[in-house]
């Protein structure tokens, strides 16, 4: 099977990375828009017009299916998004919700990007406790230090049974909440609960991202590339 996954840029990975430990042997085609970060901070309608060109490349790759590692684009398109396009589409935020809805969990934290938050995707029938966390994404791309600006935005939340980590992004950082003795929900691994795929004969995995430097391929090497054989690594498709 051939399988589209996309994100503003390397955050998917980490869904990416989720996906083949439990479904190995498939074609993964990953698009990173890292020219165009953050996405969080970006209006509908430019949302809009990236996710399309996107979802327009995995199309030429003929794409069984394409998944929506993007937790800003899930929040505000999915819907208009999945009735747009004429194969599965599956987002990374609604099997969360659902999961969400089914625990125990009286509190929840929610860190995510502004566009999230505004989107109010994550308003359940609990006491919902979101931080939007601008300065995230930008740190995490460019290979900084991201645990001050991390710290600053948990000190914003009370404390919870549970934290969202609502942006593929911030799975870069599950071990180190993991280790504050935070409950983290990591989005990737629900998702791949949720949805059933049929494994092939052998695992191909393709990356392509709008922008490739040094960074990029610290990331990925951080990320991905250690566990897994590259068929095409980081091949610059400008939009």
Do not use: W
Request: proline letters at 4%; aromatic letters at 10%; glycine letters at 4%.
């Amino acid at each position: 099977m051939k399988i589209g996954v996309f994100d503003s840029g390397i955050g998917g990975l980490n869904v990416l990375k989720e996906l083949v430990n439990k479904y190995p042997n498939n074609t993964y085609y990953y698009f990173g828009d890292n020219i165009n970060i953050p996405y969080g901070t970006k209006s509908k309608k430019e949302l809009k017009l990236l996710s399309s060109k996107i979802i327009q490349f995995l199309l030429s790759k003929d794409v069984d299916i394409i998944i929506i590692a993007c937790g800003t684009i899930s929040s505000n398109l999915y819907m208009e998004i999945k009735t747009k396009y004429n194969i599965p589409i599956y987002d990374i935020i609604s099997p969360t919700i659902e999961y969400l809805n089914k625990s125990d969990f009286k509190t929840i934290g929610v860190l995510a990007t502004d566009m999230t938050v505004k989107s109010n995707v994550f308003k359940i029938n609990r006491d919902i406790y979101q931080v939007p966390c601008p300065q995230l994404v930008p740190l995490i791309e460019d290979n900084l230090d991201y645990i001050p600006a991390l710290n600053k935005y948990l000190n914003k939340l009370p404390e919870v049974d549970a934290l969202v980590l609502g942006c593929t992004h911030y799975l870069i950082f599950e071990d180190y909440l993991n280790n504050l003795n935070i409950k983290t929900i990591n989005m990737g691994k629900i998702l791949c609960d949720k949805i059933s795929i049929n494994n092939g004969n052998e695992c191909k995995i393709r990356l392509y991202f709008s922008k490739v430097n040094h960074n990029l391929i610290t990331n990925i090497d951080k990320i991905i590339k250690k566990d897994y054989q590259l068929e095409e690594l980081c091949l610059n498709y400008q939009k």
